[in-house]
């Protein structure tokens, strides 16, 4: 697929919403109701392994989990390339 500059200009300028999961579990739907303040959820990933950034359903690539100014940020790891993460918003009409 060829990208014209004009697109890509666009794209680029085109804010989109990030997510980064830590990990993922499996509950019912009475144990989500019983959890209380306190409660841990175990996830399915090894701690210090990071979380994996997505945009829409797609991984984009892989951080480590860090604080800054007491917020929590992703210190980018490894990044699918820029060329495959321009393909991925036109194939998917993300403008």
């Given at each position: 697929m060829e990208i014209s500059e004009r697109?890509?200009?666009?794209?680029v300028d085109t804010e989109i919403v990030a997510d980064v999961i830590l990990g993922t579990t499996s509950i019912t739907i009475k144990e989500f109701l019983d959890l209380s303040?306190?409660?841990i959820l175990s996830l399915d990933?090894?701690?210090?392994?990071?979380?994996?950034?997505y945009v829409n359903s797609r991984i984009i690539g892989t951080?480590?989990?860090?604080?800054?100014d007491e917020k929590l940020?992703?210190?980018?790891?490894?990044?699918?390339?820029?060329?495959n993460v321009v393909r991925y918003f036109?194939?998917?009409n993300l403008l």
């Open positions: 697109d890509y200009d666009l794209l303040e306190g409660d990933k090894q701690a210090g392994t990071g979380g994996d950034i951080g480590d989990i860090i604080v800054i940020a992703v210190r980018v790891q490894d990044a699918m390339d820029s060329d036109f194939e998917e």
